[in-house]
């Protein structure tokens, strides 16, 4: 699944993303709104992780959908 994709279907793939980093608030996913560069930022934020380990986890992800 490419990006393009995961924005157009941010609503439903929301509720696997919330699963996954729990600590990233609803308002905030509200925010992100299907922003990769948003989600990499509060990753960095929220889970104390360097700009390459947030930017894994997000691909990693995305492999997993």
Known sequence: MNWDQI???W???KGKATAKW???TD???EVIDGNREILVG???ERYGKNKEEA???VEDF???L
């Open 11 to 13: 609503k439903q793939l």
């Open 27 to 29: 308002q905030e996913w």
């Open 55 to 57: 930017e894994r986890e």
């Open 62 to 64: 995305i492999r997993g």
């Open 42 to 44: 509060k990753l960095q």
């Open 7 to 9: 924005k157009g279907n």
């Open 22 to 24: 729990g600590h990233i």
